[in-house]
């Protein structure tokens, strides 16, 4: 089964940026595509973006679109969302997500 470990939320002002990271084991990491996904409080979680298994096909929802890349780094065994101009709107847990496993999420807190 995979483990997915998340990392680099914090705390940024309105139009920050942060790169969130998921660091997965237990699998083969070229076998899995990945989804980002995130829950404000009192929301269901939404997805945010996919990435397949090479790396060229991506997702994004669209209010993320423009803002928000995906991308993956097959020999660190790593996801990566990298977003810019964040938003107030935006802060919520996000979590990391494949082969039906979700990890603990990590929060990203935007000021207004």
């Known amino acids: 089964q995979v483990q997915l470990v998340e990392s680099g939320g914090g705390l940024v002002q309105a139009g920050d940026s942060l790169r969130l990271s998921c660091a997965a084991s237990?699998?083969?990491?070229?076998?899995?595509?990945f989804n980002w996904y995130r829950q404000a409080p009192g929301e269901k979680r939404e997805f945010v973006a996919a990435?397949?298994?090479?790396?060229?096909?991506?997702l994004y929802s669209d209010t993320v679109k423009s803002r928000f890349t995906n991308s993956r780094d097959d020999a660190k065994n790593t996801v990566y969302l990298q977003m810019n101009d964040l938003r107030p709107g935006e802060a919520a847990i996000y979590y990391c997500?494949?082969?039906?496993?979700w990890g603990q999420g990590t929060q990203v807190t935007v000021s207004s």
């Open positions: 997500n494949a082969d039906c496993t």
């Open positions: 237990g699998r083969t990491f070229s076998s899995l595509a």
């Open positions: 990435i397949g298994r090479s790396g060229d096909n991506t």
